[in-house]
């Protein structure tokens, strides 16, 4: 299953919904202002390098760089452009938007 | 905003008003972060005493090396600089907030006067008019 998120985990707790929700072996796309969750040294950064240990974290490159962030991707996060989206998106038979 | 047709009149010493610009949003995901900045460039035509406030996702507003070649939005980041152009010179950045987001005063591309959360409530309290995106 793949699970995508669009919301700050700094305002909404739509990650941290997502997080909880995900099964083992899921992927989780961080998308627009999703994307600072797949970034290093903030308070939500704990969070999601736990979160790997159980699910694949994506980030779409393009929404990290309009924020200055394309820098600062967590390790083990991977960095897709658009054609990744619509891999994942394919690749896997179902999809949870966490709007 | 102005009382009276007399209020306008600033070169004859008219009523100048303390005014804070609150921004919370981070850009680009929604629309508040542009459109604060534009209402903020307008509200420099009226000769106030404007400052701006960032707060929680806020602080990305001012984040630096934005690039939004890809994404195909307009990067509006640089306006913050134009801001001082315009006399707008009072940038307040709370501190926590910067620090929940793992960020410091260098990963901003303007100068900023960061405030604790203590220093941002006095500065907050003093004004006579708050707008929020």
Known sequence: MLHIVNKSPYERNSLESCLRLASKGSAVLLIEDGVYGATKSGNCAGMVQAAMNDVKVYVLGPDLSARGMADRVLDGVSVVDYGGFVDLVAEHSNCQSWL | ?133
């Open chain 2, 1 to 133: 905003m102005f009382t009276s047709s007399e209020d306008m009149d600033t070169d004859e010493g008219g009523i100048v008003k303390q005014f804070m610009f609150v921004n919370r949003k981070a850009p680009y995901g929604t629309i508040y972060a542009l459109e604060g900045l534009e209402v903020v460039l307008i509200s420099a035509a009226f000769e106030q005493d404007v400052s701006m406030a960032f707060i929680d996702d806020g602080v990305f507003e001012l984040k630096k090396a934005q690039d939004t070649k890809e994404l195909g939005q307009k990067n509006f980041s640089p306006t913050y600089r134009a801001l001082e152009g315009y006399d707008i010179e009072k940038l307040y950045v709370e501190k926590e907030s910067l620090e929940a987001r793992g960020l410091t005063e260098d990963d901003l591309l303007v100068d900023v006067i960061v405030l604790d959360h203590a220093e941002m409530a006095a500065k907050m309290a003093e004004q006579d008019v708050l707008i929020s995106f």
